[in-house]
């Protein structure tokens, strides 16, 4: 496989500091950021994982990512019920012990309690993943999510979440949600200066219209974009996913197992019986008239997973990563035990056929 690039921007200093740096720097008070060809924290270039570029970022990415949402655990609005920490990290380092070289978290999965759970999975590591987290979701009362784009708040957010993660630069950093609509520039403007100061090596956004990117585009390039995509979310189809192959804007996808619906371990009884606090309980994927669709497809899921000796939720991974604009597929795991059933995915060759067979009905 080909290396990332060696030479990164890195900031000067333990990341436990970087508030004062990232303000400083980016007022121009003092020269908080130096250049070195040897990033400190060098993330993960081996993998016997297959792997691809992420557009033109010059990471090379494994086709599966780790995805750290369900780890935020609950008590929190898109919360997934009791969640223990070590089952968590226990889940990252297989996932990296396999060969997974890259993590996609969030600031707001359990209000930094992901962030923090990945930071500690990183602790004494010799080579760490690439890690990716994501700005703009704040705590709001009750535990809700506010949305916030506005200069001051990314500046606060990207201090917490290198402190968190105890790394020295964001490997890429994504708008969530490009809410407030009004905001989109001035957040977008911010992320562009935290890049150029070195706290964050790429930029990109998550959950964007195409109209959107292109907005945004001239203000900085876009260098990935996150959309969600599954069997059941197909609309990235109709517009982005061909606009960003276009623009060679690297595509990391979102919930290829549609959140475990896909899995063939989420059955009515499991639904019936999820905690309050997981969002699925209440998502209306999860209920009638939609479930015995999405059970329906599991079936015929199940029948191809047969045929290559692996799992429903694989086969439907490995059904995103066909499409030529997708880079990568964010796979969520909560425990060890789920990582080996999944990554298969980027080994499977579906055929036309199979592929036809699992559309059928959709
Ligand atoms: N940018 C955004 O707005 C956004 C939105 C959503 C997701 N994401 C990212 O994408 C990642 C993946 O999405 P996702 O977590 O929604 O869903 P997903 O990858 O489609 O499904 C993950 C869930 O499937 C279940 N699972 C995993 N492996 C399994 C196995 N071997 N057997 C049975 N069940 C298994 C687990 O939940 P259970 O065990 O509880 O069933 C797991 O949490 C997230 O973690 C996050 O990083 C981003």
């Known amino acids: 496989m080909k290396t990332a690039p060696r030479s990164f921007v890195i900031v000067d200093g333990t990341a436990g500091a970087s508030l004062r740096h990232v303000v400083t720097a980016l007022e121009g008070l003092t020269a908080a950021v130096t250049l070195t060809d040897q990033a400190k924290d060098q993330a993960m270039q081996r993998t016997q994982l297959r792997t691809t570029q992420l557009g033109a970022t010059g990471l090379e990415i494994t086709r599966v990512g780790f995805g750290a949402w369900a780890i935020g655990g609950g008590g929190w609005e898109f919360g997934w019920g009791p969640q223990e920490d070590e089952e968590s990290i226990a889940a990252i380092h297989r996932a990296l012990e396999l060969g997974v070289n890259w993590i996609d978290t969030a600031a707001a999965y359990g209000f930094g309690r992901s962030e923090r759970v990945v930071g500690r999975a990183l602790e004494g590591l010799a080579e760490r993943p690439y ?16 949305h916030n784009l506005k200069r001051d708040s990314i500046l606060r957010e990207v201090e917490t979440s290198l402190d968190r993660l105890g790394v020295e630069a964001i490997d890429l950093y994504q708008i969530h949600w490009p809410i407030p609509e009004e905001d989109i520039d001035e957040g977008w403007a911010a992320f562009a200066e935290l890049k150029e100061q070195g706290f964050v090596r790429h930029i990109g956004v998550s959950n964007f219209s195409t109209e959107q990117l292109r907005r945004i585009q001239s203000i900085a390039p876009v260098e990935t974009l996150q959309p969600p995509y599954s069997l059941i979310d197909r609309d990235a189809e109709n517009e982005i996913l061909r606009y960003a192959e276009r623009e060679r804007i690297g595509v ?5 197992m549609a959140s475990g ?4 371990r989420m059955t009515r009884d499991r639904i019936a019986h999820l905690p309050d606090d997981d969002w ?27 045929r290559h000796d692996t799992t429903p939720g694989a086969v439907a991974i490995a059904w995103t990563v066909r499409n030529p604009a997708v880079d990568g597929a964010i796979a969520g795991f909560r425990r060890a035990d789920q990582v080996d059933p999944i990554l298969t995915a980027a080994t499977i060759e579906l055929t036309d056929d199979e592929v036809d067979e699992i559309e059928a009905e959709n």
């Open 131 to 146: 890690v990716f987290t994501k700005a703009s979701l704040v705590e709001g009362p009750g535990r809700r999510v506010v």
């Open 252 to 256: 990391i996808i979102y919930s290829p």
């Open 261 to 264: 619906l896909l899995t063939g």
């Open 280 to 306: 699925r309980k209440h998502d209306p994927r999860f209920r009638e008239p939609q479930l015995s669709r999405h059970l329906d497809l599991v079936e015929r899921l199940k029948t191809v997973a047969g």
